[in-house]
T-cell receptor, first 115, second 113 residues
Framework: NAGVMQNPRHLVRRRGQEARLRCSPM?????VYWYRQLPEEGLKFMVY????????ESGMPKERFSAEFPKEGPSILRIQQVVRGDSAAYFC?????????????FGPGTRLTVT | AQSVTQLDSQVPVFEEAPVELRCNYS??????LFWYVQYPNQGLQLLLK??????LVKGINGFEAEFNKSQTSFHLRKPSVHISDTAEYFC???????????FGKGTLLTVNP
């Protein structure tokens, strides 16, 4: 059973470009979470999605960031007009159900560098 | 609101020595507690979790942690570490129906020969 897949693993963008990060959850999982890890910081929750629904985006910056989890295909985290402060590792996790008792399985992350 | 404090940002130890990584949390609701390990340039792997029941939790790779409600702590221990345990360790808290995990800043464990 493949784990959570994320691609690309490394992404370099110039300021002002768009970044698209993809996440394929574990087979059978329909709950997806995105977290951001800034240098020397812990992971911070960004958004929680189920298929075709954003359940909680309280951790997402109000501008330039969006996320989706379509009926078919991976979840996408999109960052428009990237700035240097967006440089971070972005981790996706998936779970079988909703609630704190369901283990979240993490992908290897996408390391975004904005030059 | 929930928060997690990992008291040590770096812990250097010698191989085969015991180690304790400290974690304190605050929460207004009952909690679930987790320890994750992150090897360089990799994702997070769950070491162990406390949901309910016995306060002493055993995990993978010989690690264990003890939930102490009165001290709001969930310290991670291993009686004898190996070089391969060198990694960043994150303590996290979730609660009840709360799917958001709140992470500490991490503790870098470096095991020296």
């Amino acid at each position: 059973n493949a784990g959570v897949m994320q691609n690309p693993r490394h992404l370099v963008r110039r300021r002002g470009q768009e970044a698209r990060l993809r996440c394929s959850p574990m087979k059978g999982h329909s709950h997806v979470y995105w977290y951001r890890q800034l240098p020397e910081e812990g992971l911070k929750f960004m958004v929680y999605l189920q298929k075709e629904n954003i359940i909680d985006e309280s951790g997402m910056p109000k501008e330039r960031f969006s996320a989706e989890f379509p009926k078919e295909g991976p979840s996408i985290l999109r960052i428009q007009q990237v700035v240097r402060g967006d440089s971070a590792a972005y981790f996706c996790a998936s779970s079988l159900g909703q609630g704190g008792s369901y283990e979240q399985y993490f992908g290897p992350g996408t390391r975004l560098t904005v030059t | 609101a929930q928060s997690v404090t990992q008291l040590d940002s770096q812990v250097p130890v010698f191989e085969e020595a015991p180690v304790e990584l400290r974690c304190n949390y605050s929460s207004s609701v009952s909690v679930y507690l987790f320890w994750y390990v992150q090897y360089p340039n990799q994702g997070l792997q769950l070491l162990l979790k406390y949901l309910s029941g016995s306060t002493l939790v055993k995990g993978i790779n010989g690690f264990e942690a003890e939930f102490n409600k009165s001290q709001t702590s969930f310290h991670l221990r291993k009686p004898s570490v190996h070089i391969s345990d060198t990694a960043e360790y994150f303590c996290a808290v979730g609660g009840g129906s709360n799917y958001k995990l709140t992470f500490g800043k991490g503790t870098l464990l470096t095991v020296n020969p």
